[in-house]
Structures are given as structure tokens and as C-alpha cells.
């Protein structure tokens, strides 16, 4: 009997020492891009020092241009952009395009808020603080979940929503990650994990499976992707992210978002389904819809010449119409 407890007391001190101390004695791997926030800057890009972060914002277009706000995806950055910033800004917009926290060239950490509504937030001081008092939103993705939540938190500064293959969360998830991540040593293995799991040929695998369109997948487009999106700090950030999931869910009626909207999805997306998309956007007053053919989950880099007319086509519907 005395012999069967020691090998119980052996076995959790062993458990212990699994979760508490072995994930120190693992090294990061040392996976993070080596070029400068410099080179990857816009000669129109800045960083704002919002609520203690760098937050990097590109300005585009004439000053006195209505102002269209670009929100990324996940993984995304404002590089996602760069086949519709210059047709929107020929077209005399003013076009803001931003990093959000832990994205792109803005500012990583693991102690602060990832939440969407925290990123929602940082979106309105970003406006605030370069003078635009009104914008029409375009998002991807992710991001279209910050921007129901800028428009549901700042309606007033709302004159128009597109998204784009918009993936968005509306029952609250469990907040077990949360628990697990905040326990150091946990954190720790997370770390551990990413770091020795994400190399550059696994974050091309997984960032190809977006395209359906995969011969734009240039070696410039994956190093464009892969230096602003592992920088110091992503896995950090990362798990950050994961930690507040549960925090995303749509917790307000999306019928209480009475502006025009536009709803795209790329149609041989494989991330974002009809049915996925069809089970929120119909909860959106009105809301138009276009797909976009031979498109994945980004026709904004696939399609763009067609996304951009269909943008420019709805946006000057809704100016007209006020």
C-alpha cells in the first residue's frame, strides 16, 4: 500500500513539474521577421501613441475627401490593401487605413486588452486624433466584427459599412482560455508552441489556404504578409488574442445598425461559408449583397478591379442618398 501512494505522490509531482517548470526549460525558437518598421512604412505612414501603444496609420487622398476607414482581417495589416487604396483615393476619398493593436507595424504585448471592442476603441482615437469626424468603414474578415462594434459604440461617426468575407462571432464562447492563458506557466507553453511550430513554410501553408486564386501568391506578397506579421512579440500577442475571445461575441441586436451596408463574400471561400455569413447579415437592416466570382476569402488581393467597382458603386448610391 505505502509503495502504491509514493507512485501517486511520484506521478503529480511529476504533473507538476510538467505543467510549472518544464515549459522554462523548452527555448523559444527565434521566428520573427528581421526587417526594420522602417522599410515596411508607408512614406504616408505614421505611428500614433494611442493609450500607450504605437498604432500605425497610413493617410491617403485629398484632406478634404469624404474618409473611408480600411479595417484587416486577421493576420492582416494595412498591406492587405494596396490594390484599393490608390483606386479609392483617384476617386477623390480620403483613405485611413490602420494596424490594429498587434497586427501589422503597431504596437504587441500580452497585458492588454485584444478584445474587439477594446480594437473598436483604438479605432475611434485614431479618428479622433487625425480629425476625421465621420467615415465610411470597410472591413475584412475580422474586422468586420470591430467594425459592428465601432458602429454600434460610435454610431454617430458611422456614414456607411462594407465587409468584406466578414467572419464575426455571435454567441460568446467559454472563457476557459482565459483562465488557462492567464496561469504563467501555460503562457509560457503557448509561447513554446508557436514559436517552435509557425515557421515561414508553415505560415505560407496556412496563408494560402485563404486564396482560391493562388497564383497571386507571389514571394513579395508572402514576405509582405510575413515581416508586419511576425514582428517582437506576435506570439504574445497572439495568445493575447486567444485569451479574449470570448469577449468578441456580438452581445447587441445588428438590427440596431440602421446604416447602408454592404455585405461581399469571394464565392469559393472556404473560410467564411454562405451559410455562415447568410445566419448574421440578414439580422442588418437592408443590407445589400454582391459575390464576387473566382474569389476566396480575400477578393480585395483576387478581384480587386471588381471589388473596387463594386465599392465605388455603392458608396456613391449612399452619397446621393443623403
Known amino acids: 500500500m505505502k509503495r502504491k501512494y509514493k507512485i501517486i505522490i511520484v506521478f503529480f509531482l511529476a504533473i507538476i513539474f510538467i505543467l510549472t517548470a518544464l515549459p522554462y526549460l523548452i527555448p523559444l525558437s527565434d521566428v520573427e521577421s528581421e526587417a526594420s518598421i522602417q522599410s515596411l512604412m508607408s512614406p ?11 498604432i500605425y496609420v497610413e493617410e491617403h487622398g485629398p484632406a478634404t475627401g469624404e474618409a473611408i476607414v ?40 500580452f497585458q492588454s486588452d485584444y478584445s474587439h471592442k477594446a480594437q ?36 454617430e ?25 492567464n496561469f504563467p506557466p501555460f503562457q509560457r507553453s503557448g509561447r513554446v508552441i508557436l514559436t517552435n511550430y509557425l515557421s515561414k513554410d508553415k505560415f505560407r501553408s496556412i496563408f494560402e489556404s485563404t486564396y482560391f486564386n493562388k497564383d497571386i501568391l507571389s514571394k513579395d506578397v508572402i514576405d509582405g504578409y510575413y515581416d508586419r506579421a511576425i514582428r517582437v512579440g506576435w506570439e504574445q500577442s497572439l ?4 485569451r479574449d475571445m ?25 473560410w467564411v461559408s454562405q451559410k455562415d455569413l447568410d445566419s448574421w447579415r440578414n439580422e442588418i437592416p437592408d443590407a445589400e449583397f ?24 455603392f458608396l456613391r448610391s449612399i452619397g446621393n442618398f443623403r
Open 44 to 54: 504616408s505612414g505614421k505611428l500614433l501613441n494611442i493609450e500607450s501603444y504605437n
Open 70 to 109: 480600411l479595417i484587416h482581417g486577421f493576420g492582416g495589416s494595412t498591406f492587405s490593401w494596396r490594390n484599393n487604396i490608390p483606386f479609392l483615393v483617384e476617386n477623390g476619398y480620403r483613405v485611413i487605413a490602420l494596424d490594429l493593436k498587434g497586427f501589422g507595424l503597431s504596437s504587441r504585448d
Open 120 to 155: 473598436a476603441a483604438i479605432v475611434n482615437k485614431v479618428l479622433q486624433q487625425i480629425g476625421a469626424e465621420q467615415a465610411y468603414l470597410i472591413s475584412h474578415s475580422m474586422g468586420s466584427s470591430v467594425m459592428f462594434h465601432f458602429a454600434h459604440l460610435y454610431p
Open 157 to 181: 461617426k458611422v456614414l456607411g459599412m462594407i465587409s468584406v468575407d466578414g467572419s464575426i462571432i455571435i454567441k460568446k464562447s467559454s472563457d476557459f482560455p482565459n483562465v488557462l492563458l
Open 239 to 242: 495568445l493575447a488574442m486567444v
Open 246 to 270: 470570448p469577449q468578441n461575441a456580438i452581445d447587441f441586436p445588428l438590427n440596431t445598425l440602421m446604416f447602408p451596408a454592404l455585405i461581399i463574400r469571394g464565392d469559393n471561400d472556404t
Open 290 to 313: 454582391s459575390l464576387i466570382a473566382s474569389a476566396g476569402h480575400v477578393p480585395m488581393e483576387e478581384q480587386p478591379a471588381v471589388l473596387n467597382e463594386i465599392v465605388l458603386d
